[in-house]
């Protein structure tokens, strides 16, 4: 693992917010079709695009296809710059569409997968945004269920959900077309979000298809850097750390109905990591960074249990990569030793009464923390 990487990691704050912003805030995109209204929409659906034109198709007929809902734009960030003379089979795509709520953005440079997110969020100009993969989609209601309750709840921050995770080797026409249909109404609880969820593995802060307020992406600093220039080591979970943030400093809440589509296979980011160690060794000094936040009484339990769980997702993946799982990328063994170096510790070794008093512990923890915040929750039908 590259140095300068390990030193970003352990050097970041985490719960603070950070600056990432500024980092884009010099190299705008270039609008290419489309405009923006006069008076901003009430959300903006922002797609980071990358070479995918036939998935970005799938993608922005199901943002084109919402139903209950129309204040909203579509705005896509192309992060595949044209050479001299060369055409773009996606703006044509576009133009064929030749729909007001479509604004399409090409970066004359590529700035690389989190600065192509932040650039999403930079050139929107509603209060809300919400990020759909060029590879993902929307059931019809999306966007009247997450407006439904934001609307309800002005005092929100962040509007987190659930997801279907379906193949996309898999997925015929006909199993697409199934996967846009409107999800059925239900009461359901919204529950608040606070940081302590993320630790030790916990997954409710993937922010695509999550409800953002424009001021508090800027705010908590937005992505941040997932690669450096002439390196080899990239970072594909910054969206996690941003969550982090959100849940440490914002109103943070979730929406518990699966109304997120979410692709896996081998279009998925998963399937093309060329390293999955830079993350693992991320996802640990975030974890560090939640345990300095217990009273002395408990931080000896919450760093132990952070290094076990460390370890376990470590060995879990890189049996994933060994079973030739297509989620994963079968040439990305993880390097023990170097985890070892890297999290500074003085052996792998992990005792299992250890692992098992620690795993009570946190069920116990979890279930009084849950408990507590029900007071923070809120009821709706959507």
Known sequence: MEERMLRYIQQREYLKPEDNISRIAGRPAQLIWGRHWETPPFVTIAIPAYRRQALLKQALESALGQVGFEE??????DDSPLQEGESSETEAMIREYAD???LYYRNPENLGLMDNWNMCYYLSRSPWVCTLHDDDSLPQNFLAKMCAVVKKYPQMDALFNLAHQFDGAQCTPQMQKEL???VAERKVQIRAQKFWRQNFGFAAGR????FIRREAFVGAGGFGVDHFPGGRDI????DYCLAVRLFANYRCYILPQNIYNYRTGDNNGSARVKDYLPDIVQEYYLGRKISETKCILWRWIF????KYQTVRNARRLDALVRSGSERMNREARVDFQE??????????ECSPLGMRLTDAFWKGYSLCRRALETVYSHTIIC
Not at 303 to 306: A, G, L, T, W
């Open 303 to 306: 760093f132990k249990r952070n």
């Open 207 to 210: 922010i695509t298809g999550s």
């Open 339 to 348: 985890l070892q170096r890297a999290c500074g510790w003085k052996t792998l």
């Open 72 to 77: 909203y734009q579509i705005l896509i960030v």
């Open 235 to 238: 970072l594909y979970n910054d």
């Open 180 to 182: 846009t249909r409107p």
């Open 100 to 102: 007001d709520r479509i």
